[in-house]
Each structure stands twice: as C-alpha cells, then as structure tokens.
C-alpha cells in the first residue's frame, strides 16, 4: 500500500475505533454495538480492493483486538477484519463507480452478519461461548440492524476521503464525477435522488434551449 493509504487508513480506523468504544459502546443498546470500525475497513476496501481491504481489515481488528476493554484473545478481531475486508474488496466495482446506494448496502448487511457468525465461530473455537448465553439470532438482527443505520452517514464519506487522498479522478472533485457515481447524491441525501435531480435540470435546459430556437426561427420567417 502507499504512503498515504496507510496513513489515511490508520488516522481513520484510530478515530472510528476511539468513537465506538468511548460513544457507541456506552450507549447502551439492546442487542450488538454499532460497529464502526467494520464500516470504515468496508469504505475503505471499497475504494482499495481485496488486498488493500484485507491489511486494512487486519491492522483495525489487531487494533480493536488490544484496545480496552477488550475482554477476548488478541488476533480474533483481526482475523474476522481480515477477511471481511477481503471479500469486500471483491466488490469493488471494476471502473470504480458505484452505480446504486444499494450494491454498499448489500455488502454492509452482509459483512454485519458475516463478521458476527465468524467472530462467535471463532470463538467457539477458543472456548468463549458468550454468543450463545446473549442469544446469536439477536445479535444477527441489531448487529444488521445498527450497522445499516450507520452506513449512509459513514461508508460513502469514507470513500470519497479514500478516493481524494489518491487523487482518483472519480473523487467527488474530479471531473468524472459529475453524473458518473451515486457517493455525492448519497452523502447528500441517503437515497441517490441528487442524480435524478441533475437529470431532471438537464431536460430542463434542453427543453429552453429548443424553445428559444424555435422562436429564432420564427423571426426569420416573419422578416
């Protein structure tokens, strides 16, 4: 990875894992934490593809795994970040537009429950069989849950900060991102809607633009 993808992943796995355990942890759900620190290892591996995802995955879960009060064996989290990053960058888009809100939305509901049936397998392995005493189908749905909630508000800044700091011409300055990718209508919105706002003021400008051809030639006419 280059300098500045480590450097922006570290600042930002740090202040997503410094906000969920002193913010999100104390809360005091019902159920699972809102994992924050999963959906800035899936913006990221979004942008960086499975190899990128995957250390990124490993150097947060490793993280998380020392940080208090972690109560587990060291290297769990990591293993489960691990993987989780690399199938997620699996789902990077090959041209690197996302063309739906609904495609980051798909891979968030499935890390979520992904990474909670393999961090309590991996666990059962160890001998922790908390996930059992809690209830797993529970922790399934809040995790999911909590998870997508979040996403909206996270994962598509996450990219466009990825994207900018690698100067990709498909960041939200670049000039392929007009009416190119649905990161900037998601971070605006939640829903793409700005996309079809555009489209809409486009036609707008063509319709003007034939009517006050036609009244040119008109003029012609008469004269």
Not at 148 to 174: C, H, M, Q, S, Y
Request: charged share 15%; glycine share 14%.
């Amino acid at each position: 990875m280059r300098f500045n993808r480590i450097l922006l992943s570290a600042a930002l796995v740090v202040v997503a894992l410094v906000i969920q355990v002193s913010v999100l942890a104390r809360l005091q759900l019902p159920g699972a934490v809102p994992d924050l620190v999963l959906l800035t290892v899936l913006g990221l591996a979004l942008v960086y593809g499975h190899v990128g995802g995957a250390l990124v995955g490993f150097g947060a879960g490793l993280l998380a795994d020392l940080a208090p009060p972690a109560d587990h064996a060291v290297g769990r989290y990591a293993l489960v970040l691990c993987v989780i990053g690399y199938l997620a960058g699996l789902a990077k888009p090959e041209t690197g537009r996302l063309r739906s809100v609904s495609g980051p939305l798909v891979v968030v509901f499935a890390a979520a429950v992904g990474s909670t049936l393999l961090y309590a397998g991996v666990g059962s392995l160890v001998g922790d069989t908390a996930a059992r005493h809690v209830g797993l189908i529970g922790l399934l749905f809040t995790a999911a849950l909590y998870d997508l909630l979040l996403a909206p508000f996270t994962v598509p800044l996450i990219i466009a900060l990825a994207r900018k700091a690698d100067n990709d011409p498909l960041g939200e300055n670049g000039p392929a991102a007009q009416g190119a990718d649905v990161t900037s209508g998601w971070l605006s919105s939640g829903t793409g809607l700005r996309i079809g706002n555009q489209r809409g003021g486009l036609r707008m400008k063509s319709a003007k633009a034939r009517a006050a051809r036609a009244g040119r030639i008109k003029g012609v006419k008469r004269l």
